[in-house]
């Protein structure tokens, strides 16, 4: 889950403390990150998700970057050029640009072309929901949904955009904010890393990865280097002993790799170790960069081949519609952090998991196993393998068991509250996305809602 963010104000103090040439500049990069994070949430909000760009700035950017960053910045959407500026105190700081089919992505040097996507993906029908929208029909599950999205004064924000609800196979309650609806494509944040996962997945199946495998990524092969030894699933689970810190700084290697560098894998690759792999879990976006680097080269065909693959293999199965997945200025797919889908297709997408890797019409896209062992704790973390879970010795995951989410449960997660709990023994899946504040992002909420719809079961 991608931690929740105030990235700036420390750095602009800088400033106003010294004076000297190394804090202004530490300064205005913190700045430019700011700017980054700006343009790139309220173009892909705008052209993607089609919601409104002020509001987007509000409820998603300011949370983010902070309100005296927010005050220092100003969106310019432009609807002709499909583009978004953001200008800071003297001059424009930041661009994002929209392709048609590959959604947005900042103007930095050294971005290669993308080809415009024009065509729609239109997905068989699969029995998962009707064409009408579907409330709560059991007033404990509907009294759960009200209290998801109810905001109370004083508390933090919720601000929930969609909550559907799934048990064996069809949609049992389901509710969206205004400007939402069962088509509106909702921002994953880190519920994209559940998107590496089953792309790494279908690899398996073929033979063309092995997660065991040292990664083998060019810039490590130099004799002696100690990364060399770093595997695919040391990535998955976070457990590289890169030095890619995610924190709550806009100085975090992962803030500049994610707005300040145009590969964001090459820059990622290019972090020292600082221990051997193996030894210690750290959630780092960077390690899922990697995996993307290595989904994009077996692949093959740039934003588009995995485009073609990711329809072809797992969306056109699974019935969802035409998910966007955002590349970086390389082409890569930013796996991290940036897709675009309905709640109804993160749902889709949670029952293939709940089905243990099996489409609806039957058919194994996941290896068998690979569920399982996706969801296994992680040095007794609440972390698997792009997934968090219920598995292991954890007290966090104590106490959601506690709670009445089930030990065989485990959820994609993204910051700010974007969701995919997967119950298989209760045969439930529960999606939940909005722009939730800290401490918890709505967590007691949720689990609340899965405790009621077993209840009601």
């Known amino acids: 889950m991608t931690r929740h963010r105030t990235l700036v104000a420390v750095a602009i103090a800088a400033v106003c403390l010294g004076g000297a040439w190394i804090g202004i500049r530490t300064a205005t990069d913190a700045l430019r990150v700011a700017a980054g994070v700006a343009a790139h949430h309220v173009c892909s909000m705008t052209f993607v998700g089609g919601q409104d760009p002020s509001r987007t700035y509000d409820e998603l950017v300011v949370p983010v970057i902070g309100s005296f960053a927010g005050s220092l910045l100003t969106p310019q959407v432009s609807r002709e050029g499909r583009r978004v500026d953001v200008d800071g105190p003297f001059r424009t700081l930041a661009r994002a640009d ?44 509907a009294a759960a949904i009200d209290r998801v999205f109810a905001e109370t004064p004083g508390a933090p924000v919720k601000r929930v955009k969609a909550v559907v609800v799934v048990r064996d196979g069809r949609v049992i309650a389901e509710r969206y904010a205004d400007g939402v609806d069962e088509r509106t494509p909702l921002l994953s944040f880190s519920v994209a890393k559940s998107f590496t996962n089953a792309f790494l997945g279908i690899l398996a199946g073929r033979g063309q990865v092995r997660v065991d495998r040292p990664l083998d990524a060019p810039e490590w092969r130099t004799p002696g280097d100690p990364r ?95 998910v966007v997945m955002e590349s970086d200025g390389q082409g890569t797919f930013v796996g991290s952090t940036f897709v675009y889908a309905s709640a109804r297709d993160y749902a889709r997408l949670g ?32 972390y698997g ?73």
């Open 228 to 322: 060399a030894s770093i595997t695919i699933e040391d990535l998955m689970r976070m457990r590289s002993g890169l030095a890619a810190e995610e924190a709550e700084s806009a100085f975090s290697p992962v803030a500049r790799m994610q707005f300040l560098h145009a590969d964001m894998a090459g820059f990622a690759a290019g972090l020292p170790a600082k221990e051997p792999p193996g030894k210690t879990f750290e959630y780092t976006s960077a390690d899922t960069l990697l995996l993307d680097r290595l989904i994009a080269d077996k692949v093959g065909g740039g934003p588009g081949g995995l485009r073609a693959f990711a329809r072809r293999e797992l969306f056109g199965p699974l019935g969802m519609g035409d």
């Open 351 to 382: 029952m293939l998991y709940l089905r243990d890797g099996v489409a609806p019409d039957g058919h194994r896209i996941l290896p068998e196993g690979w569920v399982a062992w996706s969801r296994r704790s992680t040095l007794g973390t609440p």
């Open 385 to 457: 393998a792009g997934f968090w879970t219920n598995d292991g010795p954890s007290e966090f995951a104590a106490r959601r068991v506690a709670a009445g989410f089930p030990k065989d449960g485990f959820f994609a997660s993204g910051t700010m509250g974007q969701r995919i709990y997967i119950v298989p023994s209760q045969r439930l899946v529960v999606v939940r996305f909005g722009y939730s504040a800290p401490p918890d992002f709505g967590i007691a909420d949720d689990v609340a809602l899965i405790a009621a719809a077993i209840a009601g079961a």
């Open 98 to 141: 929209f392709t048609p089919g590959h959604g947005c992505r900042l103007a930095l040097p050294g971005n290669r072309p993308l080809t415009p996507a024009t065509d729609r993906w239109q997905p068989a029908a699969d029995g998962l929901a009707p064409d009408h929208r579907v409330a709560a029909s059991q007033p404990g599950l």
